[in-house]
């Protein structure tokens, strides 16, 4: 199990842009596959977008899909998620997480990142 925090998550209004990262520890993180996920008050964590460990190959969730981006530097055992054209259905809390089977089944989770977008 990796220790996962993410960060960059804050208040933007609809229409705007906010890059969330996640800091991960291990000298083998490299091997996993990550991914987002994100929950909003009262409804189930649902997936957001995932990278494979070489980073070549991506997964995203429909309501996401064009306006977020996931990525990775190994170098600096991050990942990252870039989020374009905020909706105010966007507002949730946003998890780091490493995937054990491609591409939703998530495993170890950070503690999240709040995102709130204002219309």
């Known amino acids: 199990q990796v220790q996962l925090v993410e960060s960059g998550g804050g208040l933007v209004q609809a229409g705007g842009s906010l890059r969330l990262s996640c800091a991960a520890s291990?000298?083998?993180?490299?091997?996993?596959?990550m991914g987002w996920a994100r929950q909003a008050p009262g409804k189930e964590r649902e997936f957001v977008e995932a990278?494979?460990?070489?980073?070549?190959?991506?997964y995203y969730a429909d309501s996401v899909k064009g306006r977020f981006t996931i990525s990775r530097e190994a170098a600096k055992n991050a990942v990252y998620l870039q989020m374009n054209g905020l909706k105010p259905d966007d507002t949730a809390v946003y998890y780091c997480?490493?995937?054990?089977?491609?591409?939703?089944?998530?495993?170890?989770w950070g503690r999240g990142t709040q995102v709130t977008v204002s219309s």
């Open positions: 997480a490493v995937i054990n089977n491609w591409p939703d089944g998530f495993g170890s």
């Open positions: 291990g000298r083998t993180f490299s091997t996993y596959a």
């Open positions: 990278v494979n460990w070489s980073g070549a190959n991506t």
